[in-house]
């Protein structure tokens, strides 16, 4: 079992990783961007058949969640989100662990 990674008040984590990572408040809208990328398919019963666009949700969340941290050159792109080699220097260990500290800071807000 992993221990919970706390988030502080100013929205700072250190990943189990050691990588430190500020989170932003997103707005609204980029929440909703976000959580409509996955496509999760049902058969008749109810039942779950597939799951689609799981890297591209991530990526979502990861670019407009992250608002500073621990990069060799932290940077926005054009639009404003975490820049290509922000995201890549993120291994999947990070990435995994940041969607669900975004989303939850999300609901902590500031």
């Known amino acids: 079992m992993t221990e919970k990674i706390a988030i502080n008040k100013k929205g700072e984590v250190e990943l189990s990783t050691g990588r430190k990572v500020k989170l932003k408040e997103m707005s609204i809208d980029d929440v909703d961007f976000c959580s409509d990328i996955a496509e999760i ?30 990069f060799k050159d932290f940077s926005f792109n054009v639009k404003g989100h975490l820049s290509d080699r922000c995201l890549m220097e993120l291994n999947e260990i ?6 669900g500290l975004i989303q939850e800071y999300q609901i902590l807000g500031e």
């Open 94 to 99: 990070e990435k995994n662990e940041l969607v």
């Open 41 to 70: 398919k049902y058969n008749e019963n109810g039942d779950v058949t597939g799951v689609r666009n799981v890297s591209k949700s991530r990526t979502a969340w990861i670019r407009r969640g992250i608002a500073g941290g621990e």
